[in-house]
């Protein structure tokens, strides 16, 4: 991580490795939602996110390297947080709620990623990857915001 450049790599790697652990936590999360809406919201974000891997495999091959991820402990720090809320909450309206805002953790940190990782992309002239990056920003943004919809309509309301 001597200059941008190695930044870049470092943060490519690192949101990589994140949205592989989501993709093995969202099937979890989804069977554990007590919540409908909630449940199809984690299977299509699912598919977003598996979406989102090919993206930055593309962008790993548009740079030159072989994709692979670096361990994230933020990401597994939230994961592990969501998997307490799944064991230990005492009711299924407590538990979508608590999902919800582990989901949105995850939302936030990869919107932060992302969102550098276009600045960056964009500085180094990798024009190519900045449109792939943008394309995952706003699958990001629009997750968040779906999960911000069902908490603040009614899941919260469900879980007070």
């Not at 989102?52 to 390297?65: S, W």
């Amino acid at each position: 991580m001597k200059d941008l450049d190695g930044l870049f790599t470092h943060f490519l790697r690192d949101i990589y490795y994140a949205e592989k652990q989501v993709l093995k936590a969202l099937p979890k999360m989804a069977r554990n939602a007590d919540s409908e809406d909630l449940r199809e919201a984690f299977e299509s974000h699912l598919e977003e996110t598996e979406q989102q891997v090919e993206n930055l495999e593309k962008v790993f091959e548009l740079l030159g390297l072989k994709p692979r991820g670096e361990t994230c402990p933020a990401i597994n720090g939230i994961i592990e947080e969501a998997k307490e809320i799944m064991d230990e909450a005492e009711t299924g309206d407590a538990r979508d709620a608590g999902m919800i805002a582990c989901a949105q953790a995850v939302e936030h940190y990869e919107i932060t990623r992302y969102g550098t990782l276009i600045a960056w992309a964009g500085t180094l002239g990798h024009d190519e990857a900045v449109s792939l990056l943008q394309e995952n920003l706003g699958q990001e943004y629009e997750a968040d915001r779906k999960l911000s919809d069902l908490g603040e309509t009614t899941l919260n309301r469900e879980a007070a």
